[in-house]
C-alpha cells in the first residue's frame, strides 16, 4: 500500500515518501520536504541499449524527456528536472 493512501484512509497519521507520490495524492495535505541535512534524493537516470531495435523510437524518447517541453511535466509531478 502507498504511503499517500494510508494517510487518505486515516490509517496512519504521518508518512514519509517520495514527493512524487504524495503531490498525486488525494485526500492529504503535502506539508513540504524534509530539511536538507535529512533529506534523501532520488536520482533517476535513463539509457537505451547500443544495439536497440528500436533506437530511433528510445533516442526520442530520452530527448523528449531532456527537453524544455517535459519540464513542467516534471515538476507538476512532484520530482525535479535534471539541470
Known sequence: MR???LIARGEVDLGFTQISELTNSKGIDY???LPAEIQT???WYAGMRAKSDAAEAASAF???F???DAR???MQSGMDPAT
Open 3 to 5: 504511503v499517500g493512501e
Open 41 to 43: 534524493t532520488t536520482i
Open 62 to 64: 530520452l530527448q523528449f
Open 31 to 33: 506539508l513540504g520536504p
Open 72 to 74: 513542467a511535466a516534471i
Open 66 to 68: 531532456a527537453s524544455p
